[in-house]
């Protein structure tokens, strides 16, 4: 079994969409919209690590090797403007789709554990996911264009 | 007082002192008595067909003219809007157009000043710079922004320049600041903009709830209309959810004042107890929306005990209101600014349709919402894509409604410039900030007052490599920053049509001519088209129209089909009677007094001007959810829970602001300051604030306040009570161009931020703090010098001398930068 694992990854990568959404924030504050809501989305994400660590300890740990390591950080540029906006919500939203997956992953394999919290867990928080992933995906489709063709 | 002949000055009342007029009570549709309000300054030789442009009633009005001078109006009896009245600003506010300081000529900036240019200097100078800046930084440098006063000719003109010649998404007009959030709140729920019902509804209603709309100020006629069914027959309840005591708030039979930012608090809280008291239509709601056990989900978390903690309103009072919208069988609900401009203005303003729809009180006599907007045009920026959608209230990210565009316009979809969502103006500011956005043109908006942080838009508007283009009547703040100014017509002075908040479509037509070489917005706008050489594919002229009525036929074809539909309308319709509500076509050819009848709305994926969005995170809905769950004609209940707002009153900042209007002004004062008697019933800033707070910081009426947030500082007289504690109300007109004063400006203090959802800016809630202060120094030297001239007892010349030496005193020497306080003259948005 390597659920455990599966869960620490989740909780990593959480931990770190978490710390993405704060640097969007702090680096383009210049859209207060979008740093209020990527600030409120970052708590969603380190609610969620927090809440995957009742589950982590349910389950023993397995015999893979140490995942964590395999599994390269994603970083924003952190450079402002809006060339670096579309960069930064680009690393965002491969951290968003991941964590997505996951979710899903785990939603699965709740249920074939028949581990009914775990399974409402994910219905739950996974639906969290897919509302950070919408919202990265539309702050992309805004600032693409100006920020690629015309920005400095 | 038809055909009376006037030897002099002549008013049918004194609108100032008694704004609303004599009671004319009344019950039932198409009863309400006929009251012709007039003012004339002299006999009229002449009357022209109008309406009003002081706010969006759409009174019908006649202009009197004498020897081609406007000289009277008088209102339009067989107009069903106003059956003859007009409001204070109606009466006065026309008087502005012959102010001595209208723009007469074009100005082109040489060097630190802006000199007199001929027409072909000045064109030639913009569209050279345009082409420039489009060929070598592209047309995404290039941005439009409008006012709310325009007429739909001029609008769909400037659309079809701004997104199919130019081709850029920059577009956007100043109903971004006032009513985008009703807008939006309308796509949330009905799927499109349309305001669902129409005032006759006020004709025969149960109960009139007001949230956020300071309509007795704001919509002078429409509450006269509402007083009059107060006082008739079988007078409607009336309750008013508005954090000061407005006129409106004591005439209320239930008035709540909850903190700034609480809105959807409160409103959760009274769908929690209407839905508790199982007053709820589930017939209606069974076969017209989706979305019922979500939003009872959320509400039921909005206990009234609840409520108060967040809100501050009573428990009791909460009751009380649920008890009315709960029991009454039919509502109307109007919706203004204290929603529109507080944080989560589009899901408080969603959860005023959620009381209709789960009560069932849509679509029939008494029942509608009326999310309002506020400028007399504001609805036709809408409809013809100069905020936020597509022309006819079509859906950017639905390729067949591009298509139907582009073919209409005989272009390639892809010059369409609908890759992704219109550019709010909020976006445009980042945008030149940061060197992207180079040319931004301003027709009859004054966004150097109107924005909020005034600190930030100056330095914007003042940005080395930013040319701004100002195309208004006046020398206004921002033309102070143009590099190129075009002087235009007002109303009365050109010919156009505008819808009012109900949809009813009204016809101005030209009265008197433009002062100088001034000319109509669309004259100016025709003439950039035909200059730019924009063609479509036939290599005809993209824009094929020469003339307002072109223009109108044009939009004709643009709406037919769509919500909006105007097909059956034209100039000859709409001359000689009283306005005509939109659809108007062949299944409506006398215009649709209510939408919703059948209770279908405009929710088909096929149809609907916006898949809408989340309304915590603003996602929008992609193409693909939305046709999974197409509610083919469904309403959406669309639930929002309570967030509070970032910003909120701590020890440094202990109070709220919120502000406002004040029944004499309109917008920033353009207009209305250039009539002695609405200056003068208003003439300055005022900081309102609580007893329980005046005591506290031992504040007197009058004395001079000091009200500061973390953006900036502003100085006015205080006014005490009608106002809860911890609240303190500044009106938003008053700009900072008068040298007596220093800043007074309301948006020196307001926060940069947004509705997400409708990215209409929070005007409406900051933390402040406030300390008394000195008079400011220019109203200290005028009254030394008035004091003076008492003692000298000089006559008029004297005292014009001393308010010279006063002036130049206020200014220090001259001004550095355009627009600082203590420069400019005090002026603002055009109403057009």
């Given at each position: 079994?390597?659920?455990?694992?599966?869960?620490?990854?989740?909780?990593?990568?959480?931990?770190?969409?978490?710390?993405?959404?704060?640097?969007?924030?702090?680096?383009?504050?210049?859209?207060?919209?979008?740093?209020?809501?990527?600030?409120?989305?970052?708590?969603?994400?380190?609610?969620?690590?927090?809440?995957?660590?009742?589950?982590?300890?349910?389950?023993?740990?397995?015999?893979?090797?140490?995942?964590?390591?395999?599994?390269?950080?994603?970083?924003?540029?952190?450079?402002?403007?809006?060339?670096?906006?579309?960069?930064?919500?680009?690393?965002?939203?491969?951290?968003?789709?991941?964590?997505?997956?996951?979710?899903?992953?785990?939603?699965?394999?709740?249920?074939?554990?028949?581990?009914?919290?775990?399974?409402?867990?994910?219905?739950?928080?996974?639906?969290?996911?897919?509302?950070?992933?919408?919202?990265?995906?539309?702050?992309?489709?805004?600032?693409?264009?100006?920020?690629?063709?015309?920005?400095? | 007082?038809?055909?009376?002949?006037?030897?002099?000055?002549?008013?049918?009342?004194?609108?100032?002192?008694?704004i609303w007029g004599y009671r004319t009570p009344y019950a039932g549709q198409g009863q309400w008595p006929v009251r012709v309000d007039e003012r004339a300054l002299a006999d009229a030789d002449h009357w022209v067909q109008s309406a009003c442009v002081f706010c969006s009633n759409g009174c019908g009005l006649d202009i009197g003219v004498r020897d081609g001078r406007m000289v009277a109006v008088r209102g339009r009896a067989r107009d069903w809007?106003?059956?003859?009245?007009?409001?204070?600003?109606?009466?006065?506010?026309?008087?502005?157009?012959?102010?001595?300081?209208?723009?007469?000529?074009?100005?082109?900036?040489?060097?630190?000043?802006?000199?007199?240019?001929?027409?072909?200097?000045?064109?030639?100078?913009?569209?050279?710079?345009?082409?420039?800046?489009?060929?070598?930084?592209?047309?995404?440098?290039?941005?439009?922004?409008?006012?709310?006063?325009?007429?739909?000719?001029?609008?769909?003109?400037?659309?079809?320049?701004?997104?199919?010649?130019?081709?850029?998404?920059?577009?956007?007009?100043?109903?971004?600041?006032?009513?985008?959030?009703?807008?939006?709140?309308?796509?949330?729920?009905?799927?499109?903009?349309?305001?669902?019902?129409?005032?006759?509804?006020?004709?025969?209603?149960?109960?009139?709830?007001?949230?956020?709309?300071?309509?007795?100020?704001?919509?002078?006629?429409?509450?006269?209309?509402?007083?009059?069914?107060?006082?008739?027959?079988?007078?409607?309840?009336?309750?008013?959810?508005?954090?000061?005591?407005?006129?409106?708030?004591?005439?209320?039979?239930?008035?709540?004042?909850?903190?700034?930012?609480?809105?959807?608090?409160?409103?959760?809280?009274?769908?929690?107890?209407?839905?508790?008291?199982?007053?709820?239509?589930?017939?209606?709601?069974?076969?017209?929306?989706?979305?019922?056990?979500?939003l009872k989900g959320v509400v039921e978390g909005w206990p009234p005990e609840r409520v108060e903690a967040v809100s501050g309103v009573p428990v009791g009072a909460l009751r009380a209101a649920a008890e009315v919208l709960g029991a009454t069988p039919s509502l109307v609900s109007t919706v203004l600014l204290g929603v529109y401009q507080s944080p989560q203005a589009t899901a408080a303003a969603v959860q005023v349709n959620n009381l209709h729809?789960?009560?069932?009180?849509?679509?029939?006599?008494?029942?509608?919402?009326?999310?309002?907007?506020?400028?007399?045009?504001?609805?036709?920026?809408?409809?013809?894509?100069?905020?936020?959608?597509?022309?006819?209230?079509?859906?950017?990210?639905?390729?067949?409604?591009?298509?139907?565009?582009?073919?209409?316009?005989?272009?390639?979809?892809?010059?369409?410039?609908?890759?992704?969502?219109?550019?709010?103006?909020?976006?445009?500011?980042?945008?030149?900030?940061?060197?992207?956005?180079?040319?931004?043109?301003?027709?009859?908006?004054?966004?150097?007052?109107?924005?909020?942080?005034?600190?930030?838009?100056?330095?914007?508007?003042?940005?080395?490599?930013?040319?701004?283009?100002?195309?208004?009547?006046?020398?206004?703040?921002?033309?102070?920053?143009?590099?190129?100014?075009?002087?235009?017509?007002?109303?009365?002075?050109?010919?156009?049509?505008?819808?009012?908040?109900?949809?009813?479509?009204?016809?101005?037509?030209?009265?008197?001519?433009?002062?100088?070489?001034?000319?109509?917005?669309?004259?100016?706008?025709?003439?950039?088209?035909?200059?730019m050489n924009f063609r479509n594919r036939d290599g005809e002229p993209l824009i094929g129209w020469r003339d307002p009525e072109g223009a109108f036929e044009a939009w004709k074809a643009c709406s037919a089909g769509r919500p909006c539909d105007y097909s059956g309308l034209s100039y000859a319709r709409l001359s000689g009677g009283p306005g005509i509500r939109w659809p108007c076509n062949e299944q409506f050819p006398d215009g649709r007094p209510?939408?919703?009848?059948?209770?279908?709305?405009?929710?088909?994926?096929?149809?609907?001007?916006?898949?809408?969005?989340?309304?915590?995170?603003?996602?929008?809905?992609?193409?693909?959810?939305?046709?999974?769950?197409?509610?083919?004609?469904?309403?959406?209940?669309?639930?929002?829970?309570?967030?509070?707002?970032?910003?909120?009153?701590?020890?440094?900042?202990?109070?709220?602001?919120?502000?406002?209007?004040?029944?004499?002004?309109?917008?920033?004062?353009?207009?209305?300051?250039?009539?002695?008697?609405?200056?003068?019933?208003?003439?300055?800033?005022?900081?309102?604030?609580?007893?329980?707070?005046?005591?506290?910081?031992?504040?007197?009426?009058?004395?001079?306040?000091?009200?500061?947030?973390?953006?900036?500082?502003?100085?006015?007289?205080?006014?005490?009570?009608?106002?809860?504690?911890?609240?303190?109300?500044?009106?938003?007109?008053?700009?900072?161009?008068?040298?007596?004063?220093?800043?007074?400006?309301?948006?020196?203090?307001?926060?940069?931020?947004?509705?997400?959802?409708?990215?209409?800016?929070?005007?409406?809630?900051?933390?402040?703090?406030?300390?008394?202060?000195?008079?400011?120094?220019?109203?200290?030297?005028?009254?030394?010098?008035?004091?003076?001239?008492?003692?000298?007892?000089?006559?008029?010349?004297?005292?014009?001398?001393?308010?010279?030496?006063?002036?130049?005193?206020?200014?220090?020497?001259?001004?550095?930068?355009?627009?600082?306080?203590?420069?400019?003259?005090?002026?603002?948005?055009?109403?057009?």
């Open positions: 079994m390597h659920i455990r694992a599966y869960l620490e990854l989740l909780q990593m990568r959480e931990q770190q969409l978490a710390e993405a959404l704060v640097a969007l924030a702090e680096d383009h504050a210049d859209a207060p919209d979008l740093a209020a809501t990527s600030r409120r989305l970052a708590r969603w994400s380190g609610q969620h690590a927090q809440a995957l660590q009742v589950f982590v300890g349910r389950y023993p740990p397995g015999e893979e090797p140490d995942l964590a390591a395999a599994v390269p950080p994603l970083a924003p540029a952190r450079f402002s403007g809006n060339y670096g906006l579309v960069h930064d919500l680009q690393i965002v939203w491969l951290l968003v789709q991941d964590v997505q997956a996951r979710w899903e992953v785990l939603r699965q394999v709740s249920w074939a554990l028949r581990d009914r919290e775990l399974f409402a867990a994910c219905e739950e928080l996974g639906a969290e996911a897919r509302r950070q992933a919408a919202w990265v995906r539309a702050r992309l489709a805004e600032a693409a264009v100006q920020g690629i063709i015309a920005a400095p | 007082m038809f055909g009376t002949q006037i030897t002099e000055s002549y008013e049918s009342r004194d609108s100032i002192a008694h809007g106003n059956r003859g009245r007009l409001g204070p600003k109606g009466l006065h506010g026309w008087e502005a157009n012959m102010s001595p300081d209208r723009l007469t000529r074009p100005l082109v900036r040489r060097g630190a000043s802006l000199r007199e240019a001929t027409w072909e200097e000045a064109m030639s100078l913009l569209v050279g710079r345009m082409q420039e800046v489009c060929s070598t930084a592209s047309s995404l440098a290039v941005a439009f922004y409008v006012g709310g006063q325009l007429f739909l000719e001029d609008y769909y003109t400037l659309a079809v320049i701004a997104l199919a010649g130019v081709g850029t998404p920059h577009l956007d007009a100043s109903v971004r600041l006032s009513t985008a959030a009703g807008a939006a709140a309308l796509m949330e729920s009905f799927g499109s903009e349309g305001q669902p019902g129409c005032y006759d509804d006020i004709d025969v209603t149960d109960a009139l709830l007001h949230v956020g709309h300071n309509v007795a100020e704001q919509h002078t006629v429409l509450w006269a209309r509402i007083l009059d069914r107060r006082h008739g027959p079988k007078p409607p309840r009336l309750v008013v959810i508005d954090p000061r005591t407005t006129p409106a708030a004591r005439e209320a039979d239930v008035h709540l004042a909850p903190r700034p930012g609480t809105n959807v608090a409160v409103l959760n809280g009274l769908l929690h107890l209407v839905i508790r008291a199982g007053r709820v239509d589930h017939a209606f709601i069974d076969a017209h929306t989706v979305g019922f056990a979500r729809l789960i009560r069932g009180l849509i679509g029939r006599p008494g029942c509608g919402v009326l999310q309002m907007s506020g400028q007399p045009a504001g609805a036709n920026a809408h409809e013809t894509g100069c905020a936020g959608a597509l022309p006819g209230f079509r859906n950017w990210a639905n390729p067949v409604h591009v298509n139907q565009l582009a073919q209409l316009w005989k272009v390639d979809p892809l010059r369409i410039a609908a890759w992704g969502p219109p550019t709010p103006v909020v976006d445009m500011l980042r945008y030149i900030e940061e060197g992207s956005l180079r040319m931004l043109w301003v027709i009859g908006s004054n966004p150097a007052v109107s924005l909020p942080d005034l600190t930030r838009v100056r330095a914007v508007l003042d940005q080395p490599g930013l040319l701004l283009v100002v195309q208004d009547a006046f020398m206004t703040e921002t033309a102070r920053y143009a590099d190129i100014v075009l002087p235009a017509a007002l109303w009365g002075e050109k010919t156009g049509t505008f819808t009012s908040a109900d949809r009813t479509v009204h016809i101005s037509y030209t009265a008197v001519s433009p002062p100088g070489e001034a000319r109509p917005d669309l004259d100016i706008l025709l003439e950039f088209a035909q200059r209510r939408l919703y009848t059948d209770g279908v709305f405009y929710t088909a994926a096929s149809d609907c001007e916006s898949y809408g969005h989340d309304l915590l995170t603003a996602a929008p809905v992609t193409a693909a959810e939305y046709c999974l769950a197409d509610p083919r004609g469904r309403a959406l209940l669309k639930a929002a829970d309570y967030t509070p707002p970032p910003e909120q009153p701590d020890s440094e900042y202990p109070l709220w602001l919120t502000t406002g209007r004040v029944v004499y002004h309109w917008l920033t004062r353009t207009k209305t300051a250039r009539s002695r008697e609405l200056s003068a019933a208003a003439p300055d800033a005022f900081v309102q604030v609580s007893d329980e707070d005046a005591a506290r910081y031992r504040i007197a009426d009058g004395q001079w306040l000091e009200v500061r947030s973390r953006r900036g500082r502003a100085v006015a007289r205080a006014r005490v009570g009608q106002i809860e504690p911890g609240l303190v109300f500044m009106p938003f007109h008053y700009g900072n161009g008068d040298p007596k004063h220093g800043p007074r400006a309301a948006n020196e203090l307001t926060l940069n931020d947004w509705d997400p959802v409708s990215k209409e800016p929070w005007l409406k809630c900051a933390a402040v703090r406030i300390r008394r202060a000195q008079e400011p120094a220019g109203i200290r030297r005028l009254l030394w010098l008035a004091g003076l001239r008492r003692a000298l007892g000089g006559g008029h010349i004297l005292h014009s001398l001393a308010l010279q030496i006063a002036r130049l005193f206020a200014k220090g020497g001259g001004r550095a930068h355009p627009g600082v306080p203590g420069a400019a003259a005090d002026a603002g948005a055009a109403a057009r």
